[in-house]
């Protein structure tokens, strides 16, 4: 009988302890509400995050169009994150193994700048 109320006891605490989280914002969550307009200026800001990210800084790069609606990439197995996807291509430096020719990295906007980058449409 002291077992099932120990037991009993701790699937209670699980389950409140699972109702209050401090993800939210911190783990880049949002919901499609909050995500704004895309940036006037996205073309900028996605060249710019690009260049600081790669080795070779001058490479030549394409930023293609934008996602035509607020879409979602998945944020590990926490949830998804809402924004703009704006992809673009750049050309990856030539004796690197297998990422020479063209890499795509998919840059999400929300809020009026860029929170994520992966390297997959679908997560980030």
Same mark, same amino acid.
């Given at each position: 009988?002291?077992?099932?109320?120990?037991?009993?006891?701790?699937?209670?605490?699980?389950?409140?302890?699972?109702?209050?989280?401090?993800?939210?914002?911190? !783990?880049? *969550? /949002?919901? @499609?509400?909050?995500?704004?307009?895309?940036? =006037?200026?996205?073309? %900028?800001? &996605?060249?710019?995050?690009?260049? !600081?990210? *790669? /080795?070779? @800084?001058?490479?030549?790069?394409?930023?293609? =169009?934008?996602?035509? %609606?607020? &879409?979602?990439?998945?944020?590990?197995?926490?949830?998804?994150?809402?924004?703009?996807?704006?992809?673009?291509?750049?050309?990856?430096?030539?004796?690197?193994?297998?990422?020479?020719?063209?890499?795509?990295?998919?840059?999400?906007?929300?809020?009026?700048?860029?929170?994520?980058?992966?390297?997959?449409?679908?997560?980030?």
């Amino acid at each position: 009988m002291r077992m099932n109320r120990v037991g009993l006891a701790l699937l209670a605490m699980l389950a409140v302890a699972g109702c209050d989280t401090n993800l939210g914002r911190s !783990a880049g *969550l /949002n919901a @499609p509400e909050d995500v704004g307009a895309l940036p =006037a200026d996205y073309r %900028e800001q &996605a060249v710019a995050f690009t260049r !600081a990210k *790669l /080795n070779d @800084p001058k490479a030549n790069m394409t930023v293609l =169009a934008p996602s035509s %609606e607020i &879409a979602a990439c998945n944020v590990s197995v926490i949830g998804s994150h809402f924004g703009w996807m704006v992809p673009v291509v750049y050309d990856a430096p030539d004796g690197c193994g297998d990422c020479e020719g063209h890499k795509t990295i998919y840059l999400w906007f929300s809020h009026g700048k860029i929170e994520h980058m992966s390297y997959f449409p679908d997560q980030c």
